[in-house]
Structures are given as C-alpha cells and as structure tokens.
C-alpha cells in the first residue's frame, strides 16, 4: 500500500506543480510586459527582470489552490483513463483510503505553500517593491501612481519611495485641523530611523494661518509619529502580498487610528483559511474523477477544473468587497466559497456511493 500511495502522490504532486509553473508562467509574462513599460531613468531591463523574479514566490501561492484543482484533475484523470484507478478498486482498494492518498501530497505542498507564503513572498515582495520604487523615485511624486499614502490622525502622508531598513525618500506631509482645513505642508528629501525617533533631511515646510504662509527650511527635523519601520515595510505592499502576522500586526494599528482595517482582515482570513481553500479544491477534483468526470476526455476534465476556479474566484471577489460594503464579518466571506466547495465534493461522492 505504501508503494501505491507513493506512486498516486508522485502523479497527483506532479501534475499539481506542472500546472502551476505554466499558470505563474503566464502570469509573470504579463508582469514582465507590463513592467517593461515603465523603463526610464535608473529603472532598466535587468531591473526588470530582479522584479519579476522577485515578486515570484507571491504569485506560486497565489495560484496554488487554482493548480491544486487543475492538477488534481489531471494527474488523477490520467489515471483514471489508463484505467489505473479501476484496477485500484477491483484490487480492493477503498475510495476513502485513494481520497486520502491524495490528500497527503496536497497537505506537503500546503505546507510548504504556507511557509513561502509567511516568510518568502512578503520579503520578497518588499525587495522588489523598494528597488522599484527607488529607481522611479526620481519621477515619482503625489500625483504619480509610484509611491503610496498613508493616514495616521489628521495628517495625510506620502513616501516616493521606502527601503526595508528604515529609510524613506521623498517624504510629503499634509497636516489639517478640525475643520479639515491645511495647517502645514511639508517635504523632506529623505528621512531615516533611528534609535526610536524619525529624522527628517533637507526639509521645506509651509505653515498657513489667516495672516498667510511662512517657509521654513531645516537640514535635520525630528519627525514624531507613531509609524515604525516594521509598519513601513507592511505598508509598502498590498493587502495580498502581505504575511498572515503582518496582516494582524497592521490591522490592529489601523483600528488603534481609528481606521477602517477591512482589506487588511479580509485579506488575513483569505490567508489564513488558504489551506482549507486548496483542500476544498482538492476534494472537488476527487469527487469529480469518481463521479460525473469518470469517462471523459483530459482537455474536458482541464476546461472543468479552469471553470471551476473562476467560479470559486469569482465568488471570492464579490463577497470580499461585499463584507466590506454591507459590514458583515469578513471571516464568512472567507468561508463561504470554501464551505462550497465542499458541499459539491459531499453530494458528488455521495451520490456516487
């Protein structure tokens, strides 16, 4: 029985991979296109190419559960058609214990997706991130799409670019009072960290009162806020690309601002319930080789599983934002597509049974 469970983990493992290094493929194709548009200045083709390389892991975890339920169609789909699966039951072999030799290769790659997803992809992501924004932070500025805002209180802030250690280029501050009227402007070419306390470098600041406007121009300006490099470093990327204690880290200092956190949970529950997500793939793809997908061809069985996915991915997008425009709790958004799935798995085997 050991040799057979290897032998049904090595076909469903390497379909599973197979389809997920040409999905990735894809996807970073488009990537490297898209990039290459924005080459100028200290942006060039080989930085393109760290960026592409670099955002990588990220996109291995993002379409993971998707190849877990092509491939697992695939690789078992194969079998079945050379009629390995029928020689498996006539030999006594039971339905629970081939589901469960499915099962272990898919809970390794899980287990190894969650670990890129915590400690590779998001450091990888930010590198990536940095790099970019410093070659760009040249051309960036507020109205430029390179960069990124953030709030804390009533001051609205703006960072052209932000490196993993602590430092930040191209610093714009807007401060406002009560009546959400502009006090203070001002912009600092870069500033740095250290210790526990921010500095501010070549500084222009405005203030403005009703008797009008005065510059000030400082070399060194401490810079009070409650923004550490560890946050920075969360902020520079999008809720996806974040880690699941990154997500949590960041979520809990939006709501101590008395900011909206919803992307970040809604992200977090996404992240964290990821591998019931693949395991609810996985066992659609079983149900569907013993049930209604027994006699069919291999491109038939791939056009259900890419089918499949879009569905689940769909319902995914719409009641993400819909837990965030309705205000319910976006764990049950997260939830729901994966209870599902495994509903249809249920019906269809039992069915079958």
């Known amino acids: 029985m050991r040799k057979l469970n290897r032998y049904i983990g090595r076909t469903v493992a390497g379909a599973i991979c197979l389809v997920l290094l040409v999905i990735v493929g894809i996807d970073l194709l488009s990537v490297l296109i898209e990039e290459l548009k924005e080459i100028r200045g200290d942006y060039t083709f080989v930085s393109v190419l760290k960026y592409v390389a670099l955002v990588a892991p990220g996109a291995l975890y993002e379409y993971l559960p998707f190849a877990a339920l092509v491939g697992c169609l695939a690789g078992l789909g194969a ?20 589901v469960l030799a499915v099962i272990k290769p898919t809970l390794l790659i899980t287990a190894l997706g969650l670990l890129v997803a915590e400690y590779v992809a998001p450091a990888a992501q930010q590198i990536a991130e940095s790099q970019r924004a410093i070659a760009l932070q040249k051309v960036a500025s507020v109205h430029s799409r390179h960069g990124m805002w953030h709030r804390e209180g009533k001051q609205f802030m703006h960072f052209n670019a932000v490196q993993p250690n602590g430092v930040l280029y191209g610093v714009s501050i807007y401060a406002f009072d009560e009546q959400r009227q502009l006090v203070n402007s001002s912009y600092a070419e870069r500033a740095y960290f250290s210790g526990s306390q921010w500095t501010l470098e070549d500084v222009s600041a405005v203030s403005l009162s009703d008797k009008g406007a005065v510059q000030q121009r400082h070399s060194e300006l401490p810079w009070d806020t409650e923004l550490s490099p560890e946050l920075l470093n969360i902020l520079v990327l ?53 049930g209604p997908l027994r006699n069919v061809t291999m491109g038939f069985r791939v056009f259900v599983g890419v089918m499949v996915g879009i569905v689940f991915s769909t319902l995914q997008d719409i009641l993400g934002p819909s837990s965030l425009v309705y205000g319910f709790d976006p764990i049950l958004a997260s939830i729901a597509p994966i209870a599902i799935c495994f509903a249809v798995g249920v019906l269809l085997m039992a069915r079958r049974t």
Do not use: C, H
């Open 79 to 98: 079998l079945a058609s050379s009629s390995e699966l029928v020689v498996m039951r006539a030999a006594g072999i039971s339905t629970y214990r081939l």
């Open 238 to 290: 999008d809720p996806a690309d974040l880690s699941i204690s990154g997500l949590w880290r960041y979520a809990s200092y939006l709501k101590k601002q008395g900011l909206n956190a919803g992307d970040y949970e809604l992200a977090f529950w996404n992240k964290l319930l990821q591998p019931a997500t693949i395991l609810g793939m996985v066992f659609v793809a079983i149900s569907f080789i013993f």
